[in-house]
Nanobody, 115 residues
Framework: QVKFVESGGGLVKPGESLRISCVASGFSFSNTYMAWYRQTPGNERELVANIPAVGLHENYRDSVRGRFTISRDNARNTLYLQMDNLKPEDTAVYLC????????WGQGTQVTVSS
C-alpha cells in the first residue's frame, strides 16, 4: 500500500525559509521520478518541482525557480523541499507523489507565509 507522510510545514514570515519532508512507502521509491505539488482552497493542485530517481535533472515551476530546491535520500525513502525567500503566494498545502500524481495522496503539510 502506497503511503506518503509529509511534514515540516509551518507559519513563517516573508523572506524566511522552511524545509519540508516526505517519507514514502509501498513502492520502489529509489526507482521513481518524484515531485512536490501544492494546493490552495478552490484551486487545482499544481506541480512545484520534480526530481528523477537518480541524477541531476530537477525541474521547477517558474515562480519558485532559484528559491526552492528539491532533493531526495533514496536510502531513507525521503523527498525534501528546501524553500528559501518564501513569499505569501507560496502559502499552500504541499504534497508529494510520483511525477504524474498517480498514487493516492497523503495529507500534505501546510505552509503559511504571512507577516
Amino acid at each position: 500500500q502506497v503511503k506518503f507522510v509529509e511534514s515540516g510545514g509551518g507559519l513563517v514570515k516573508p523572506g524566511e525559509s522552511l524545509r519540508i519532508s516526505c517519507v514514502a512507502s509501498g513502492f520502489s521509491f529509489s526507482n521513481t521520478y518524484m515531485a512536490w505539488y501544492r494546493q490552495t482552497p478552490g484551486n487545482e493542485r499544481e506541480l512545484v518541482a520534480n526530481i528523477p530517481a537518480v541524477g541531476l535533472h530537477e525541474n521547477y515551476r517558474d515562480s519558485v525557480r532559484g528559491r526552492f530546491t528539491i532533493s531526495r535520500d533514496n536510502a531513507r525513502n525521503t523527498l525534501y523541499l528546501q524553500m528559501d525567500n518564501l513569499k505569501p503566494e507560496d502559502t499552500a498545502v504541499y504534497l508529494c507523489n510520483k511525477l504524474g500524481g498517480q498514487y493516492e495522496w497523503g495529507q500534505g503539510t501546510q505552509v503559511t507565509v504571512s507577516s
